[in-house]
């Protein structure tokens, strides 16, 4: 660093003094420019009007210009305070969380839906447009220019494929849906090539992609620069949005249903005759019986309304009802009701669209439609204008609510709709309750609503571990074009229940044990029942999670497929299954999880329906594999517990027990129905409860008359159906 350094030389002419070095810098600071010109004065618009329109169109680009990186920022258009306070609304509303109300399509708008937002106590309804996408598993990838549409966007990714698929050149494909129709010949074309292995998610609606990303509640992505006024304006992409993320706080879906005004309108219908209700959030109603002939047989219901809301809430005070048991609206001591008799059901729906118009153009409160009705949602999309200025939910009817007398029809018809409308408050609560605990807009819930949730949750957590989805309407998955040779055997074979009956005459005392949640035991303890037959347990055919290393990743057999009779299932898919299972049985053991009970009731009924969108029937036939299995070891526990077996299914089970009397056998019957801890040899737990009663009135009939039948418990007699022949038992 101190070292002797080289001076530096320099030629004569660089050396100047510094008054030339100063007379230099000040030269080279003076530079001299041309004039501005002034701008041409604008020609008169009353002389030359082209001229005019010529001079003005740079400064209305400009402005433009200025208007779109205002607005792309965040701020209004408008400028100076109002502009400013605008801006400052704008923004605020933004970052709230906007509760989705509803999503329903736009008719002769493909891709465009409209969607209801709460967004603080406003209800406010914006157009979102959802492109189409689906997966398109290529064998060898296209290298054409022209091979794809310039409409859509093309993205390479990895993910597994049902049936444990090879993934080979997984590519998403993504367009508008108006872009798809218009190049739908490309696409066939594209789509039908040698080279394409599969077409994956093809048949998933557009809606459920909404439901699937955005769930109940969502807010604007910030990254994208997205505000509500830009929603207003123009539209929302279904990327500008994104679901809400968690809070300290626990936020309520629509505030418990607190925030919204409710209107219920009722319809019932038999042949030509029909009554419309519209229950108005003021305490008024109007009434529309429509009925070719001239009878007026309508009773006073404002009285009867009176003397049924005063029988409810004599009922509710006797019950001590709790919070949970009220309603999300409070129904007016006194109603008013206006009764009319139009002369056909069209004049009626056009009143009722023109009170529904009326409602609307009251900007003081938000309000959510309930139509109690047979008839589907189109039916008044249709024929009834005014609704659609409102989000509506559906109240599918019954067959005994749309059954009149030949004659004097009105007077009961009119008081059935009186008793559902007081029933009314109570069930919207439940509804706004399952919408909160399944994350989905409440007018979007279908008529099944366990299927229709089962199929959103397990849609979820299939797309969260990177499966694709095998969404069909049909009873065949989606499985790329596979689906005819990959469920042709499982299709055309019914599985068929194991049944076990043993007919004849028992003097000893038999139980009837009522099987509940089979479904749900088998496969919550699907490793523990190969356990019980000699195996090592669920890690040895893919049960538990077990370690890969990086060659069976790159080969596709880490997640491979496990048989279990003719049932080939991979086992991730398994897995996420019994994933979801297992949270239902952790929400249902807690005190407010009686949604989640539900949905645990209509397990098997949603993996066993071919009308369930994510029916599987290589998963219906592993799981039911895994019932028989569960069902043979819980047989098996009862003999060892010294019963005998006289009749059994996955319903119930006759045990013909070695106890004489009624006291031994009910000792017998607690004994063998608590939940025993795990062990190798046990299979019970909480979510398999047996549920005990004697057989028949028989322990009612015996039990009064000790002395003359010791046997209390008593003979019975059982044919091969697990049926009680009442006539071999012991007459009084």
């Known amino acids: 660093m101190f070292a002797r350094q080289k001076p530096v030389v320099r030629d004569e002419g660089d050396v100047d003094d510094l008054e030339d070095y100063g007379r230099r810098a000040e030269k080279a600071r003076v530079v001299e420019r041309s004039p501005t010109p002034p701008p041409a004065p604008a020609p008169d618009v009353m002389v030359d009007y082209s001229g005019w329109i010529a001079h003005m169109k740079p400064i209305w680009r400009e402005k433009r210009r200025q208007i779109a990186v205002a607005g792309r920022a965040g701020f209004g258009s408008k400028g100076g305070a109002l502009g400013s306070m605008l801006a400052q609304q704008s923004n605020l509303l933004s970052s709230q969380v906007w509760d989705i109300v509803q999503i329903t399509p736009v008719s002769g708008r493909p891709g465009e839906f409209k969607m209801w937002l709460l967004i603080g106590d406003t209800l406010q309804s914006v157009r979102l447009k959802i492109r189409r996408e689906f997966l398109v598993n290529f064998v060898e990838l296209p290298t054409a220019d022209d091979a794809w549409p310039k409409t859509c966007m093309v993205e390479a990714l990895t993910r597994t494929l049902p049936r444990s698929q090879r993934c080979i050149n997984l590519v998403r494909v993504s367009t508008l849906e108006e872009d798809y129709i218009k190049d739908q010949p490309i696409y066939g074309e594209l789509l039908n090539g040698p080279d394409v292995d599969g077409v994956y998610e093809m048949q998933v609606p557009l809606i459920v992609r909404a439901l699937l990303r955005l769930g109940s509640s969502c807010v604007p992505d910030a990254s994208r620069g997205v ?124 009143s009722l669209s023109r009170e529904l118009t009326a409602l609307a153009s009251q900007k003081f409160a938000s309000s959510l439609l309930i139509i109690h009705s047979p008839k589907p949602r189109a039916y008044f999309d249709e024929r009834v204008a005014g609704s659609s200025q409102f989000p509506f939910i559906i109240i599918h009817s019954s067959k005994a609510d749309n059954t009149f007398p030949a004659l004097l029809w009105q007077a009961p018809a009119c008081r059935r709709m009186v008793q559902h409308y007081l029933r009314a408050s109570v069930w919207i609560k439940e509804r706004i309750e399952l919408a909160d605990r399944f994350d989905v807009p409440i007018c979007n819930l279908e008529s099944d609503v366990p299927v229709f949730l089962a199929d959103i949750d397990f849609a979820r957590r299939l797309a969260q571990a990177d499966l694709v989805l095998w969404w069909s309407p049909s009873s065949r998955p989606d499985l790329g074009g596979r689906e005819a040779d990959a469920n042709s055997q499982q299709l055309a074979e019914e599985l068929v229940n194991p049944e076990i009956g043993r007919a004849g005459c028992y003097s000893n005392a038999c139980l009837e044990v009522d099987l509940r949640n089979l479904a749900i035991d088998a496969v919550l303890q699907s490793s523990l029942v190969y356990e019980l037959e000699g195996g090592e347990g669920g890690a040895s055919i893919g049960f538990e999670a077990a370690s890969h290393n990086l060659d069976e990743y790159a080969k596709g057999t880490a997640h491979a497929a496990v048989s279990l009779g003719d049932a080939i299932l991979p086992t991730q898919t398994f897995n996420i299954l019994r994933s979801m299972v297992k949270a239902w049985s952790t929400e249902a053991s807690k005190p407010d999880g009686a949604h989640w009970r539900l949905m645990i009731d209509h397990f098997w009924r949603w993996i066993s329906s071919p009308a369930a969108k994510l029916y599987d029937p290589a998963l219906y036939r592993f799981v039911h594999g895994l019932m028989r299995k569960t069902f043979s070891q819980l047989l098996a526990e009862f003999r060892r517990l010294g019963s005998e077996i006289v009749h059994a299914d996955f319903g119930r089970i006759f045990l013909l027990t070695s106890k004489p009397s009624s006291s031994s056998a009910y000792a017998y019957a607690n004994c063998a129905s608590f939940p025993l801890p795990p062990s190798p040899r046990t299979i019970a737990d909480d979510w398999m409860p047996c549920r005990r009663r004697l057989v028949g009135d028989l322990a009612r009939t015996l039990s009064l008359h000790p002395a003359r039948h010791p046997a209390v418990l008593g003979p019975a007699r059982l044919d091969g159906h697990g049926q009680l022949c009442r006539r071999h038992l012991p007459s009084s």
């Open 227 to 350: 505000t509500l006024h830009t929603g207003l304006d123009r539209h929302f992409e279904l990327d500008d949005l994104k679901r809400s993320g968690a809070t300290l706080s626990r936020r309520r879906y629509l505030d418990r249903g607190q925030k919204l005004r409710y209107t219920y309108l009722f319809h019932t219908t038999s042949d030509s005759r029909h009554i419309f209700g519209l229950f108005l959030p003021d305490g008024t109603a109007k009434v529309y019986v429509v009925e070719r002939g001239k009878s007026r047989e309508v009773p006073n219901l404002e009285r009867y309304y009176t003397e049924q809301l005063h029988k409810r809430k004599d009922v509710e005070q006797q019950k001590a009802a709790s919070e949970q048991e009220a309603g999300v609206f409070t129904y007016a001591d006194t109603i008013k009701i206006e009764v009319a008799f139009p002369g056909s059901e069209d004049i009626a729906l056009r």
